[in-house]
């Protein structure tokens, strides 16, 4: 029996929000050619209020596809490239003191912005990395025991670069835990490539894209993502794929916590919302399974040697686990 209690999104909130999306798609596109569906990722991300992992080679358009992102919402945006030298200070702010009014001042750090673009996140030394984890989760910092509230939407969209280990640091599992999904980005088709070629010669950069959806625009667009219905059969089908990473020692090291279920579920919203649904079926839950619940299991070294994959096992347990009869009805 489905349970229901109560739904802020109508049918107008989804069809505005669909408007919106267009907008936003359309625009990062012009920019960003070869590759939809990272981009609906990241926007699935932002809608739902999660951080996104941009995890690939060198030169696939990890950074302007952020930045081509950020620059498409009317909000600030700030953007931090992570070095062995970096401090976690000039990451969150630091307290100077000020000779005129004889007291301490908070400088912010580049945290403080809707939208934080954080390059090559596994460059930074550990302690640099961890100044991340309480505005990743709290969207506050705290500097001298005092808290500072970052602005709201906030968005972290952090890359790396899995293949060159030379002066990196392996991101914890911690920190890992913090992003709603990790993307490849992957190569564009031949038509593609053209065109960003074409486009790059010509000097088109990311930075040159209006913005199309205002601050405001966003705030509303995250209040309807979080009221689009889930139904208890729903969210039994995600706690039973969650808890079937648990079953499997053999393979698995580590499985989903009981964040990364609520990251599937706020994600399925927002790809609900996003496809003109003001409730979300099981489609968006299996939809999103290996990008959102693949960082967040560590497999066993002797496992990944034989040539496993964390996706591959989410896919034999996404096939496994039986789906809910889908109701549209609410209730």
Not at 37 to 51: D, F, I, R, S
Not at 52 to 63: A, E, H, I, S
Request: proline share 6%.
């Amino acid at each position: 029996m489905n349970t229901h209690a109560g739904s802020v999104t109508s049918a107008a909130d989804v069809d505005w929000f669909v408007g919106q999306h267009r907008l936003l798609t359309g625009n990062v596109t012009q920019f960003f050619r070869g590759n939809t569906a990272v981009v609906e990722l990241v926007l699935t991300c932002m809608y739902a209020e999660g951080h996104l992992l941009l995890d690939d080679v060198p030169g696939t358009g990890k950074t302007s596809l952020a930045k081509a992102v950020a620059h498409s919402v009317g909000g600030s945006a700030r953007r931090v490239q992570f070095t062995p030298d970096l401090l976690p200070s000039d990451v969150t702010g630091v307290q100077i003191w000020d000779e005129r009014s004889r007291s301490f001042e908070f400088h912010h750090g580049p945290v403080f912005a809707n939208v934080v673009l954080v390059d090559e996140v596994n460059r930074a030394s550990p302690k640099t990395q961890s100044a991340l984890l309480e505005v990743m989760q709290e969207r506050q910092v705290t500097v001298d025991s005092v808290t500072h509230p970052v602005p709201r939407p906030f968005v972290v969209i952090a890359t790396q670069n899995p293949v060159e280990h030379g002066g990196t640091y392996e991101l914890p599992e911690a920190q890992i835990d913090r992003f709603m999904a990790r993307a490849s980005v992957g190569y564009p088709g031949h038509e593609a490539e053209v065109e960003i070629l074409t486009a790059g010669t010509r000097g088109a950069a990311p930075e040159d894209l209006e913005a199309v959806v205002t601050i405001a625009d966003l705030v509303r667009m995250t209040s309807v993502v979080r009221g689009v219905y889930v139904s208890r059969e729903v969210f039994d089908y995600i706690v039973m794929i969650v808890a079937d990473t648990r079953r499997r020692p053999e393979q698995i090291r580590l499985g989903v916590s009981p964040r990364g279920g609520l990251a599937l579920a706020r994600a399925a919203q927002a790809r609900a919302a996003a496809n003109g649904r003001s409730f979300v079926t099981p489609d968006d839950v299996k939809a999103l399974v290996p990008e959102v619940l693949g960082h967040r299991i560590i497999l066993r070294p002797e496992v990944a040697l034989d040539g496993v994959t964390a996706d591959g096992i989410l896919g034999q347990i996404a096939a496994s686990v039986p789906v809910p009869e889908h109701r549209a009805a609410r209730g």
